[in-house]
């Protein structure tokens, strides 16, 4: 059980990104070797911001009054109220659904795949790219947990990442699939925000 909550319907796209850059209040996405990284090149800016680090997340949530979802209101964002497989249902996703491995060469724009909403009407919580998440990651942390706004483990080595990306393919599309990531690592091109409040 989460307490109520707002998550934003699509993730953070390139202009949206750029536009806190702009006002000093981010640092600017990185154009790193990674072969699909969406800053510095011709990718429109309705595509989902890539490269990026957990703090350039944060610090972007922050600027627009906002924070990093938990990885409990992600989940319920992307489920619903009965918990389902994918964030459309059971069917297994294909190319209609969102934008997975082996669909598209790299991102597309967000919300560009209505068929592979969420019952919340939330797009692209499978596909595109996947999303960091406030909590530290552990393994474990869902075997004894807290029923009501569970916060994740209070320190850690790896912050969460949810939903799947354009590189993956249906197994890791499920709304189940968790993952971490050094927050210090290099951004990776898989890798985007969304925020809540």
């Not at 090149?41 to 979802?69: E, F, M």
């Not at 389902?84 to 669909?103: K, L, Q, S, V």
């Not at 850690?156 to 949810?162: D, K, N, S």
């Not at 890791?172 to 290099?186: C, H, K, M, Y």
Request: net charge negative.
């Amino acid at each position: 059980t989460v307490a109520a909550f707002e998550i934003d319907v699509v993730e953070v796209t390139m202009g949206a990104f750029a536009q806190c850059a702009a006002a000093g209040a981010c640092t600017s996405a990185h154009n790193l070797a990674w072969a699909h990284c969406n800053a510095g090149g011709t990718v429109p800016l309705d595509h989902p911001v890539n490269c990026i680090t957990w703090d350039q997340a944060r610090d972007y949530c922050a600027w627009r009054s906002k924070r990093l979802p938990s990885e409990a209101e992600w989940e319920r964002a992307a489920s619903g109220s009965v918990p389902t497989t994918y964030p459309w249902g059971d069917e297994w996703p294909t190319c209609a659904h969102g934008n997975i491995g082996g669909c598209a060469p790299r991102t597309a724009p967000v919300g560009a795949y209505p068929d592979g909403r969420s019952p919340h009407g939330v797009y692209d919580m499978a596909g595109n790219v996947q999303e960091y998440i406030s909590d530290w990651y552990a393994a474990d942390y869902y075997t004894n947990t807290p029923a009501r706004d569970p916060a994740g483990p209070e320190s850690g080595e790896h912050r969460v990442r949810r939903g799947g990306s354009f590189y993956d393919y249906p197994r890791f599309q499920r709304t189940a699939f968790r993952g971490g990531q050094d927050p210090s690592d290099e951004p990776y091109d898989y890798v985007g925000v969304r925020c809540a409040r």
